[in-house]
């Protein structure tokens, strides 16, 4: 932009030119705000001109896409309800709006622009941090995908949203606080793809009648009573709330016979995984994440083997049981030998990933389970370490890892004995075994085990 700038002052051709381009896109970036030079005062004021200067120097052109995108929790832009007027046209296709939400008021935006030929032409709508309350159904004809982020809106109003979004195929919510029974109609044929974060505790109900929904994701702090219409067939489907694993497997089995992609994440899985008596038959990418501050120290990891044999193609299966704080029955001093489980043999299973793993017995047992009844791995990679990126002197931007605690460093040195004592030895020849520890250049190395 300030290239541009500087180019019309000797080009008038070419200033008409960036006068008259379709697709407008505001924030620090493009508009060169430099937020260390102007002060977190100055920040709104300098964003507001910048975007009335533009807007004032453009002819009425229609307008293809809009980002509107200030992120700063202390600062408020003004004059944006004169923006979308000017902005906001007839054939406009994509709505990007990100605002900052000052002392928890949000921007009520203006849905009556939208109400008109402009809804009828957006196929793209991302609103974040926004009051949206329509008091009439509108008409979003061409609208394919809709992204909510932290939006005071009910159920009742999404609802006026959806009522006419016939070639809606994506839809995000992310943090919408104010619905607490979610509805997807019947109606909503073309929706192949939902996604729903929940931040608070409002959300209770979720309820799921478009037909061909192929891809579902929801992750909550508390269970959500869900609800799928007859015939529904996922080919992915991510659950994350406490006690996601057993809820599904007593549950939604019909719902995932054709399911391929399976991530369940529990923080607080309280019974064990029960029996299953059917099967995921299209299963081959499987991912458990157990991690948590502690986990249930009653809670037995081989009772995860009736979720494997209960998928028997199999291919990838990635577990993050990851524990600041190891509170199960550590292997190491346990005199009695490891139990053997009765299992189905797997010959389709090629890798297979535990992050966070320690010294629980239970774990080492269904570690051991997997390498003895699956004639097909390739490759198992034990990670002894938190597994996040930002941890690792490699991955981050510091050049050095983040401290682990003592307690951590302890468990870590028992998983490595368990590791050494009753993995290893039963690993064949032809498998791959990657044992990650911490970095030895950033950590004291975790003390001797006896």
């Known amino acids: 932009m300030r290239d541009a700038a500087r180019a019309a002052c000797v ?69 944006i309800d004169s923006w979308f007027q000017a902005a906001v046209t007839p054939g406009i296709e994509e709505l990007t709006i990100e605002l900052s939400s000052k002392s928890g008021r949000y921007y009520n935006f203006p849905w009556s622009l ?18 949206f309350s329509p008091t009439d159904e509108l008409c979003f004809k061409s609208l394919s995908r809709l992204e909510l ?39 909503l044929q073309q929706l192949r793809y939902l996604d729903v974060f929940d931040g608070g505790s409002s959300l209770r109900v979720i309820e799921v009648e478009a037909p061909n929904l192929s891809n579902f994701q929801f992750m909550g702090h508390r269970k959500v009573h869900l609800s799928f219409g007859v ?13 996601a694993i057993s809820y599904v497997c007593a549950d939604f089995l019909s719902s995932l016979r054709y399911v391929e992609d399976l991530s369940l994440g529990s923080r607080c899985e309280m019974i064990d995984t029960p029996v299953l008596h059917s099967k995921f038959l299209h299963l081959k990418h ?13 809670y037995d990891y081989c009772s995860l083997i009736s979720l494997f044999d209960a998928s028997p193609f199999l291919e990838t299966l990635v577990m993050n049981v990851l524990q600041q704080k190891m509170l199960h029955e550590s292997i190491v001093g346990d005199a009695s030998h490891l139990r053997q489980m009765p299992g189905h043999h797997h010959d389709s299973l090629k890798t297979v990933k535990i992050i966070g793993f320690s010294s629980a017995k239970s774990l080492v047992e269904l570690t051991c389970h997997i390498i003895e009844n699956t004639s097909s791995l390739e490759s198992l990679t034990l990670n002894t370490t938190t ?9 981050n931007n510091t050049g050095k890892c983040n401290l682990l605690g003592v307690d951590f460093m302890v468990e870590v040195g028992r998983g490595l ?6 993995v290893e030895p039963k690993v064949p020849s032809g498998v791959e075994l990657n044992v990650v520890e911490p970095c030895r250049r950033c950590h004291d190395q975790p003390p001797p085990m006896p």
């Open 114 to 131: 939208l109400a008109n030929e402009s809804g009828n032409s957006i196929r793209y709508l991302n609103l974040a941090r926004c009051a």
């Open 149 to 187: 982020s932290d939006v005071a809106i009910t159920g009742d109003q999404l609802g006026s949203i959806l009522h006419n979004s016939f070639a809606l195929q994506r839809m995000q919510l992310k943090f919408c606080n104010k619905i607490i029974c979610l509805k997807i109609p019947f109606h």
């Open 11 to 79: 080009s008038h051709a070419f200033k008409r030119s960036w006068r008259c381009y379709p697709n407008l896109a505001f924030n620090m970036i493009t508009l060169g705000i430099d937020i260390e030079s102007c002060g977190e005062d100055g920040i709104a004021r300098n964003f507001t001109n910048k975007v009335d200067h533009i807007l004032k120097n453009r002819p009425c052109i229609a307008t293809k896409t809009l980002e509107i995108v200030f992120r700063y929790y202390n600062a408020k832009v003004c004059n």
């Open 286 to 298: 499987l991912n458990v994440d157990l991690q948590a501050m502690t986990f249930s120290p009653t």
């Open 231 to 243: 015939g529904l067939q996922f080919k992915k489907f991510d659950l994350y709330f406490p006690g």
């Open 387 to 395: 597994g996040h990126p930002f941890d690792s002197c490699l991955t």
């Open 417 to 422: 004995l368990a590791i050494r004592t009753y």
